[in-house]
C-alpha cells in the first residue's frame, strides 16, 4: 500500500458541540481564528456522530461541509464517515412516532432518538441539504495503513466482506423506507465493545477479523467514550487510547460527558 506523506488528523463524536470543535480544530493548526481551513495539505477524517446530544449539531455538518470545500480549494481534504446518530436523526424524521410491534419504546422512532440525546433544534432544522450529506457518507474507508469506522463493533461484516461492499449496504439500508427494516439498522450501527478483549493470539479474533477482511493495520474507533467506556475521568482526556495490543485506537474524548474533542495526528507528526 502507498502511504500519503500528508498529514492525517482524526476527529469523533463531536456531538453538535460546535465551539468545542473549532477550538479543537484550531489548537490543531487546521483552522484559523474564524474557522476557515488553514490545514494546507493535511487531511482531516470525522468519524460519524455530528449531532445530538450538543447544542448545534446542524452547525457542526454545517461546518464540516464548509471545511470540505475550503480544504479541497487549499490542496487538503476533509472526509466525512456516517455515524450512529445520524442513523436515529433520520429514523426520527422518517417515521416520528411510528413503533414496530414488539418494540416497546414510547413515542416510537423519535422517542428512542430523543432517550439517545435527540434535540428538537436538530430536527426542526434537518434540511434537505443535510440529509442529501448524511446519506452519501461512507460508514467505512482504509486511509494509509488505517482502517477507520464509526463503531466499536464486528456487525460492519454484516454488510459486506470488502470496504465498497460495507459502504454499498450501508448506502442501500439509508434508502430504505420500512420501519422494521430501519430498527434494525439502527441496532447494527449503533452496536459496541466488540474489541475490549481482544487478543491476537484468540482463535476468531475480532481485531484480526475487521483488519483481515477490510485491509489497514491499526483500526480507528469512535462511538465508545474514553470518559463511560474506557474508564478515563473526564478532566484526564487528553488524547487517543489504544488498546488491543495497540491494534485498535479509541478517539471518542466524550465532550458531551465534560471529556472533550480529541484531534488525533495518525501519522505520528
Known amino acids: 500500500m502507498t502511504v500519503d506523506r500528508t498529514p492525517l488528523f482524526v476527529v469523533a463524536d463531536v456531538h453538535g458541540h460546535r465551539a468545542e470543535m473549532r477550538n479543537a480544530l484550531h489548537d490543531a493548526g487546521l483552522t484559523d481564528g474564524a474557522g476557515h481551513w488553514s490545514g494546507a495539505d493535511a487531511r482531516l477524517w470525522l ?7 450538543g447544542p448545534d449539531g446542524i452547525g457542526v455538518i454545517d461546518d464540516v461541509r464548509q471545511l470540505t ?3 479541497a480549494a487549499a490542496g ?3 472526509q466525512a464517515l456516517l455515524g450512529n446518530h445520524e442513523v436515529q436523526l433520520l429514523a426520527a424524521y422518517l417515521f416520528g412516532t411510528s413503533t414496530v410491534p414488539g418494540w416497546l419504546q414510547e413515542d416510537g422512532f423519535r422517542g428512542g432518538w430523543a432517550r439517545f440525546g435527540g434535540r428538537d433544534d436538530d430536527l426542526r432544522r434537518l434540511g434537505d441539504e443535510h440529509i442529501s450529506w448524511i446519506v452519501s457518507r461512507p460508514a467505512m474507508a ?3 495503513n488505517y482502517l477507520l469506522v464509526h463503531s466499536d463493533t464486528t456487525r460492519y461484516l454484516e454488510f459486506g466482506d470488502s470496504v465498497a461492499a460495507v459502504n454499498a449496504g450501508i448506502a442501500e439500508a439509508l434508502a430504505r423506507r420500512d420501519a422494521p427494516g430501519w430498527l434494525a439498522f439502527c441496532g447494527q450501527i449503533s452496536d459496541r465493545g466488540a474489541f475490549r478483549d481482544s487478543e491476537p493470539a484468540k482463535p476468531d479474533d475480532p481485531v484480526a477479523t475487521m483488519l483481515g477482511t477490510y485491509g ?4 480507528v474507533h469512535g462511538h465508545s467514550t474514553l470518559t463511560k467506556h474506557f474508564g478515563v475521568a473526564p478532566g484526564e482526556v487528553r488524547e487517543a487510547l489504544r488498546y488491543a495490543d495497540g491494534r485498535v485506537l479509541a478517539i471518542d474524548g466524550g465532550v ?3 471529556g472533550r ?3 488525533t495526528r495518525l501519522d505520528g507528526g
Do not use: T, W
Not at 216 to 219: D, I, M, P, S
Open 216 to 219: 489497514g493495520e491499526v483500526l
Open 76 to 78: 487538503g481534504q476533509v
Open 47 to 53: 468519524l460519524g456522530d455530528y449531532v445530538d446530544r
Open 261 to 263: 474533542v480529541l484531534v
Open 142 to 144: 482504509v486511509v494509509d
Open 69 to 71: 470545500v475550503q480544504a
Open 256 to 258: 458531551y460527558e465534560g
